[in-house]
């Protein structure tokens, strides 16, 4: 079976698209996805690029762009969602905790829809709490393990893994190598890692 590492930051907004669609893609197509947690934001004041902030027309199409396309893909997202995210760092340490025992996928699926469908910020309260629960975590616990040093140091080192493989936005999406950037590219990630 293909595998195909799918590199994303909560926090992107157009990872919603392919958060809440993904599992549905793995089956139909025959490849799995190794969900990879990373600090986008870091990514991006590394490399000076803030793409939104101070930018109000390109800010609008992307809005318009995604309830465009979550239309097509038959999701429900209801705007405005709280952007940016002041959350993003520890709500991708939870899911670097998520994704060591094995809950990384149901946990970023819940946080997006409580982001994009509830209005409720990830990485914040109620959203954190609510999505754990909802898989049958332990909120208390979780957040603070997400919180320790180890994975403070397991988000850093995921994040420039991400660099190295010359990650810079996402979702990205990497086969063999070849980096897939956004979610309108995961048809070429996965005829790409059909064809190896």
């Not at 393990?145 to 420039?160: C, N, P």
């Not at 086969?175 to 059909?194: C, H, I, K, S, T």
Request: glycine letters at 8%; a negative charge; one cysteine or more.
């Amino acid at each position: 079976m293909a595998v195909i590492d799918f590199w994303y930051s909560i926090g992107s907004t157009y990872s919603y698209l392919t958060v809440m669609r993904l599992p549905e893609v793995a089956k139909a197509c025959g490849v799995a996805f190794r969900w990879r947690p990373f600090n986008v934001r870091h990514v991006m004041v590394e490399q000076g690029n803030i793409p939104f902030k101070g930018k109000p027309v390109k800010s609008a199409y992307m809005w318009r762009d995604i309830e465009r396309r979550a239309a097509r893909y038959g999701l429900t997202p209801r705007f405005p969602v709280p952007y940016p995210l002041e959350g993003l760092v520890l709500a991708n340490q939870v899911a670097i905790l998520g994704a060591e025992d094995g809950w990384v996928l149901e946990y970023t699926r819940a946080t997006y829809r409580r982001w994009f469908e509830a209005g409720e910020a990830a990485g914040e309260e109620p959203n954190l709490s609510a999505s754990l629960t909802e898989i049958g975590r332990d909120p208390e616990q979780v957040l603070a393990d997400a919180q320790s040093e180890r994975i403070v140091r397991e988000l850093q080192a995921a994040t420039e893994e991400a660099m190295d493989l010359g990650i810079f936005g996402s979702p990205s999406f990497v086969v063999n190598g070849e980096v897939f950037w956004g979610d309108d590219r995961l048809d070429d990630a996965l005829e790409w890692a059909l064809k190896l």
